[in-house]
């Protein structure tokens, strides 16, 4: 008595993988590069985030902080390093600076 199986073929197996590979090859490039932008994004935010900080710490010790640690330490901010790893400054003015600022 014979049964009558479905299955895939090995064709049909290879054509699946050839089609995901194609896949593959096309979205990672647009990921790495999506990434890169979404890190930079993620500095901006940080950078005005801190601006709003160091306003704060103004406001409440009447004077401006020296540098971004002080901010970190009373806990204000608890990084000033941004996701693509640029560690931000501030400048003589209260303004706060990227490594390429």
Do not use: W
Not at 20 to 41: E, R
């Amino acid at each position: 008595m014979l049964k009558n199986e479905r299955a895939f073929t090995l064709i049909e197996m290879m054509i699946v993988l050839l089609i995901i590979s194609i896949l593959l090859l096309v979205t990672i490039p647009n990921v790495t590069k999506n990434n890169t932008v979404a890190q930079n994004k993620g500095c901006e935010a940080l950078v005005n985030l801190i601006e709003a900080q160091v306003q704060a710490y103004e406001i409440e010790h009447e004077k401006k902080p020296d540098n971004l640690e002080v901010l970190r330490e009373e806990g204000y901010i608890k990084t000033y390093t941004c996701p693509n790893g640029d560690v931000l400054q501030l400048s003589e003015n209260g303004e706060v600076q990227g490594p390429n600022e």
